[in-house]
């Protein structure tokens, strides 16, 4: 009777078992709360198991812009494409004006680089003049301008401190660009005790002995040419300058290389009636001055007798408020402004 009932006892847990489908396992595969699919109801969802959730969190655009991310490498940053875009247009915009901007506007904003900064200026000079067979003289001058207002006039005055047989000369032009008057200059002598009027034919005659001309200091006035723009490269203008009346000047024509950035006519070259180049002028060194650039080192040449003149200009001011000294009386009676050491 013992025997029978533990016989019945082991084929009921045989039959238990046979129906839980085998055995339990330590590890068993009961559902866990922590497995998901990646969308419920889509038929290509996969199941996840317990240790594997972190893609199933995940966006599938967050998945797609990441396998983007993976196949381009060295994907540009976007900061930098934006910076190089808006250069580009810059370039674009630099280029559209230099295309559009007529030759007499680059010649008057060049006559304005070279003559106009400021509302006045004041600077002692250097000028070292050197003949053909390489003897050199030197003199040394504060030059005074003033722009008058509501204008495009000006005034302009050198006191001359050495050497000694220069010493207390002076030269005053008033520069008439708006009117039909030809500019005035005026030299007064100390050795004769004489002021000295400068005939606008003799305007191109030179200056104090140097290779430079009385009309060299102030500028010629570019309503006296006519402009050709002959190239428009990347770095100049370059045009050339014909006058309205060929028989009051020394050349037939001059070439002016004007900087696309600043506008200052950086080399000047003069042509005779039988095209030979017989004179340049160069801008050879420029400083930024109180926001201005300005010319410090200038040279002319004279090719066809070897000589040369060098201007180098120091202690220069711009907008000092000076008074208006460019006057008759102050041509024998120099102004402190002029002659303070």
């Not at 866990?32 to 199933?56: F, H, K």
């Not at 976007?78 to 674009?92: C, I, L, R, Y």
């Not at 002692?124 to 003033?146: A, D, H, W």
């Not at 208006?324 to 050491?341: E, G, M, S, W, Y």
Request: glycine share 4%.
């Amino acid at each position: 009777m013992k025997w029978g009932l533990q016989v019945f006892i082991l084929f009921l847990s045989a039959s238990m078992l046979f129906a839980n489908g085998g055995a339990d396992e330590p590890n068993g595969s009961q559902a866990d709360p922590n497995d998901i699919r990646l969308s419920d109801g889509d038929p290509n969802a996969v199941e996840v198991g317990p240790n594997d959730t972190s893609d199933a969190n995940e966006d599938p655009n967050d998945i797609e812009a990441k396998e983007q991310n993976d196949i381009t490498v060295a994907a540009e940053d976007p900061n930098a494409v934006e910076v190089d875009a808006e250069t580009e247009a810059e370039k674009q915009i630099e280029q559209a004006e230099d295309a559009t901007l007529e030759v007499d506007e680059i010649v008057k904003r060049a006559h304005r680089a070279a003559y106009y900064n400021g509302q006045d200026f004041k600077a002692r000079v250097n000028m070292t003049i050197t003949n053909g067979q390489g003897q050199t003289r030197s003199r040394e001058f504060v030059i005074l301008r003033k722009n008058v207002p509501d204008s495009n006039d000006q005034k302009y005055y050198a006191y001359f401190h050495r050497p000694s047989d220069v010493r207390d000369m002076t030269y005053m032009v008033h520069k008439n660009i708006c009117s039909d008057a030809n500019d005035i200059r005026q030299l007064y002598l100390p050795s004769l005790d004489m002021v000295k009027e400068i005939e606008d034919e003799d305007k191109r005659d030179s200056f104090v002995g140097s290779h430079y001309f009385y009309e060299d200091i102030c500028g010629r006035n570019p309503l006296a040419d006519e402009h050709e723009l002959l190239s428009n490269n990347e770095k100049f203008y370059v045009v050339k300058h014909t006058p309205h009346e060929p028989n009051s000047v020394d050349f037939d024509y001059y070439y002016s290389y004007i900087d696309k950035e600043n506008f200052l006519p950086m080399k000047t070259e003069y042509y005779d009636q039988e095209n030979n180049l017989y004179r340049v002028i160069e801008i050879e060194q420029t400083e930024e001055i109180e926001e201005f650039v300005t010319p410090t080192k200038l040279v002319v040449r004279e090719l066809s007798g070897g000589g040369h003149t060098k201007l180098e200009y120091s202690e220069i001011e711009y907008d000092i408020d000076m008074p208006d000294i460019f006057i008759d009386r102050f041509l024998t009676r120099p102004p402190r402004i002029a002659t303070d050491q």
